[in-house]
């Protein structure tokens, strides 16, 4: 069974930097597009940046220059570096990756999160 699994959350001050990793296990024949998302309480999802399994990157506008998303391949996991973080950053961030197992056709598959707090 294919399953995401996030890592990296934690409090950070202002202005500070974390790098959340988003690793799938199981019977993996191939990961096609991924992306990360954020909630913060009280408003809706929101795609944060995603990457195509060719490298091609989007990026929500207010993450432009401070954040970047990654893969390896190899280590079927899919990074988020965030820089410069803001309080306004403060949410759980969820992965997100349309994956082919063993039933031979991409499935999409959902992280249950991990909570960045931007905080002094």
């Known amino acids: 069974q294919v399953q995401l699994v996030e890592s990296g959350g934690g409090l950070v001050q202002p202005g500070g930097s974390l790098r959340l990793s988003c690793s799938a296990s199981?019977?993996?024949?191939?990961?096609?597009?991924a992306g990360w998302y954020r909630q913060a309480p009280g408003k809706q999802r929101e795609l944060v940046a995603s990457?195509?399994?060719?490298?091609?990157?989007n990026y929500a506008d207010s993450m432009k220059g401070r954040f970047t998303i990654s893969r390896d391949s190899a280590k079927n996991t899919v990074y988020l570096q965030m820089n410069s973080l803001k309080p306004e950053d403060t949410a759980v961030y969820s992965c997100?990756?349309?994956?082919?197992?063993?039933?031979?056709?991409?499935?999409?598959?959902w992280g249950r999160g991990t909570q960045v707090t931007v905080s002094s």
């Open positions: 990457i195509t399994s060719g490298g091609i990157t």
């Open positions: 199981g019977t993996i024949l191939n990961i096609g597009s």
């Open positions: 997100n990756a349309w994956i082919r197992g063993v039933s031979g056709t991409y499935v999409d598959y």
